[in-house]
């Protein structure tokens, strides 16, 4: 298989790169700087040419603007256009591509499980509806940005990710540092959601994703034990030896977070695998505990 695959250099697509190639696979970096041999250049907000995209069994679309930072309404702005525009400009040149040769055959695009918004207790599966915010309308938008290339007969999976464990980057990364000092706790109430996934798992799946004909669609990227976040932290000072005694309360966060303090970290979101395990989609790591074990080896 021949993978063009945006956000190569990122997290996500470093490990997806190695993944790909170590079972044979053939891949290549989509950039917006002057590409290096096969890489393929581009500009999200300009025409992608097709025949670029030619030869391409399938994409794999991971670029997109950290949602780390304070979330002015400029950044709010690039953070949702990085995303939105990037998509649609890949999808439709992937919609072209498809009608003249064939392929790609998969376009597979990162989404988010921010697009259920703050749910509380109630266990959201790919059948559930959009939620509030601005995670979640971004998310929507994201989503609909790929549909160029499903109009077209491209078998597209967008995959709602959740919060991603990795020792050297993601979601977990700013977390270490206070819970190896010993300043670590619940944040919040501690009965919210956190919808996680180890690394190894996250590109498990989405290599199962790129090979399964039967996923298309949304599909959640989560381990299959959502956990709350107090039975997080928990958990993480257990694998680092630490105490969790000091509590992050909600007033602190949005003092120092403001609104994406409010949406990554205080909402709840109890999301479910369902279309990855139907599919037959096996986890390496469905539990927390040896989960973050492995990961913080």
Not at 23 to 51: K, M, S, Y
Not at 125 to 146: I, P
């Amino acid at each position: 298989m021949r993978v063009l695959i945006s956000g190569a250099s990122g997290l996500l697509g470093r490990a997806l790169v190695r993944a790909l190639q170590q079972a044979n696979h053939e891949t290549v970096a989509l950039v917006r700087r002057p590409p290096h041999g096969a890489e393929v250049q581009w500009d999200t907000g300009a025409p992608l040419d097709p025949a670029k995209l030619a030869g391409f069994d399938a994409i794999v679309h991971l670029a997109g603007k950290n949602v780390a930072g304070r979330w002015t309404e400029a950044f709010k702005r690039e953070l949702r256009d990085s995303r939105v525009n990037g998509t649609r400009t890949l999808a439709t040149a992937a919609a072209e591509s498809f009608r003249r040769s064939g392929l790609p055959r998969v376009f597979v695009s990162a989404s988010g499980a921010g697009y259920y918004g703050n749910r509380g207790d109630e266990l959201l599966t790919e059948e559930s509806s959009a939620g509030t915010g601005f995670l979640a309308e971004v998310s929507r938008q994201w989503e609909a940005a790929t549909a160029p290339a499903s109009n077209a007969g491209v078998r597209v999976v967008c995959l709602r990710i959740g919060v991603v464990l990795a020792r050297d980057g993601g979601a977990l990364k700013p977390l270490l540092l206070p819970f190896q000092l010993g300043l670590g706790g619940r944040i919040g109430s501690g009965k919210q959601y956190w919808s996680w996934i180890a690394l190894d798992d996250m590109i498990g799946a989405m290599i199962f994703a790129l090979q399964h004909e039967r996923l298309r669609g949304p599909v959640n990227l989560v381990a299959p034990s959502p956990a709350r976040n107090a039975d997080f932290v928990d958990a993480l000072a257990r694998a680092l030896h630490r105490p969790a005694i000091f509590p992050f309360p909600e007033f602190a966060v949005r003092a120092l977070f403001g609104e994406m303090g409010q949406e990554l970290l205080l909402t709840s979101e109890r999301v479910s695998p369902q279309k990855l395990q139907a599919a037959g989609y096996r986890f390496r790591y469905p539990e927390l505990p040896a989960a973050l074990h492995v990961t913080l080896a």
